[in-house]
């Protein structure tokens, strides 16, 4: 009887990712920025997804591309401005839009988030706190505080 191994949910996610042929040039624009603990999340990942699940030939147009990091010694906005300029350079086809999560619990009136996925716990839409990143070795990392059953 041969044995019949099924993927995780995470494997199954980077699949599904790894489809979407300029995946490696969006995570690549955003690893040269050097931010700290960088992620492409929400509807950017979501998107991919369900459009996969579904069975669309062509992926959903994206409002934006949402860029997450943490790095709690500037808390500046204009900065992350300046890295949403960047990477429009780099790639124009998106709307970029790069948050510090590090000052986010403000504008939320949370206590002071820990890291990205800390942040992420907090997001009132779970199929959306996902994220996707490369590693030092260019391989691909995913962030899902909730896990990643509601966006399967």
């Given at each position: 009887m041969k044995k019949v191994?099924?993927?995780?949910?995470?494997?199954?996610?980077?699949?599904?990712?790894?489809?979407?042929?300029?995946l490696f040039r969006d995570l690549e624009a955003v690893k040269s920025l050097g931010l700290p603990q960088w992620?492409?999340?929400?509807?950017?990942?979501?998107?991919?997804?369900?459009?996969?699940?579904?069975?669309?030939?062509?992926?959903?147009?994206?409002?934006?591309?949402?860029?997450?990091?943490?790095d709690p010694t500037d808390l500046r906005e204009e900065v992350e401005?300046?890295?949403?300029?960047?990477?429009?350079?780099?790639?124009?086809?998106?709307?970029w839009s790069v948050k510090n999560q590090a000052r986010m619990h403000i504008r939320n009136?949370?206590?002071p988030y820990t890291n990205v996925a800390d942040a992420m716990k907090r997001w009132p839409e779970t199929a959306t706190s996902t994220g996707v990143s490369l590693d030092n070795n260019g391989n691909v990392t995913i962030i899902a505080p909730h896990g990643l059953e509601d966006l399967s």
């Open positions: 191994y099924s993927l995780s949910l995470e494997q199954r996610l980077i699949q599904i990712l790894l489809a979407n042929r300029n992620c492409i999340a929400a509807g950017y990942v979501r998107n991919c997804v369900w459009d996969d699940l579904h069975g669309f030939a062509s992926r959903t147009p994206l409002n934006d591309v949402d860029v997450l990091y943490f401005k300046t890295f949403e300029i960047a990477l429009k350079e780099k790639v124009s086809d998106y709307n009136q949370d206590e």
